[in-house]
């Protein structure tokens, strides 16, 4: 089945700062899809994006589907940031199932 | 108004013991999943129904059955409880549409089980 890598694994950074997250993935998708866990365990969909690029707030996703990679953008980082954030895709002929990376761990200290 | 929902959100019971998960969805879409997550934090796909129809069953034991008496609507059961079933079970839910965002998943707030 498809592979999916984020990387950093952990990452902790100082509340303002700016950070990328990446996303790769072993095969073409139908659906790409960046998800933040909070602290509350809640998954909140942040961006659909299987190509191209979206911004929404301080926050900016672009996928480069014909090189298998995602990347999202945090800008101007706040402890409201903090948790998991998590890369999911579906392949093409997948019956619609998403296929999740093991995440990225965000610390935005005070 | 919310828009995917589970009950019950936390659920603590003995090894043997049988418990239902319930989800619904006020989304107006057409295929609901389970998935769960372990204690790492991953994600893994279950089951999934599209109009009440089982679409995928991903090598789970069949002390799980996951039942959809509607669209709106997907159960989990679970029968014989074991330790290692301890962890948080997402339902989400999508809609395949021929335009737009196709299959974009929607995910409930969780349950989280415990088997002690």
């Known amino acids: 089945g498809i592979q999916v890598e984020q990387s950093p694994p952990d990452l902790i950074l100082q509340e303002g700062a700016n950070s990328t997250l990446r996303c790769n993935f072993s095969d073409s998708v139908n659906n790409l899809q960046w998800f933040h866990q909070n602290p509350w365990g809640q998954l909140i969909n942040l961006f659909y994006?299987?190509?191209g690029t979206k911004q929404n707030g301080r926050l900016s996703a672009t996928t480069v589907a014909t090189e298998r990679y995602s990347l999202l953008y945090i800008s101007s980082s706040q402890t409201t940031d903090s948790g998991v954030y998590f890369c999911a895709v579906e392949a093409p002929f997948g019956n619609e199932k998403l296929t999740f990376g093991t995440g990225t761990r965000l610390t935005i200290i005070p | 108004d919310t828009a995917v929902s589970q009950t019950p959100k936390y659920l603590v019971t003995q090894m043997g013991n049988d418990k239902s998960i319930k989800c619904e969805q006020n989304l107006g879409h057409d295929t609901m999943y389970w998935y769960k997550q372990d204690s790492k934090k991953f994600l893994k796909i279950m089951f999934s129904?599209?109009?009440?129809?089982?679409?995928i069953n991903e090598t789970v034991p069949n002390r799980f059955s996951p039942k959809s008496p509607d669209k709106a609507h997907l159960n989990l059961h679970i029968n014989s409880l074991e330790l290692g079933d301890s962890a948080v079970y997402f339902c989400a839910s999508s809609l395949k549409r021929s335009g737009g965002n196709w299959n974009e998943q929607y995910f409930g707030p969780g349950t989280r089980l415990t088997v002690t």
């Open positions: 129904y599209n109009n009440k129809e089982l679409i």
């Open positions: 994006i299987p190509s």
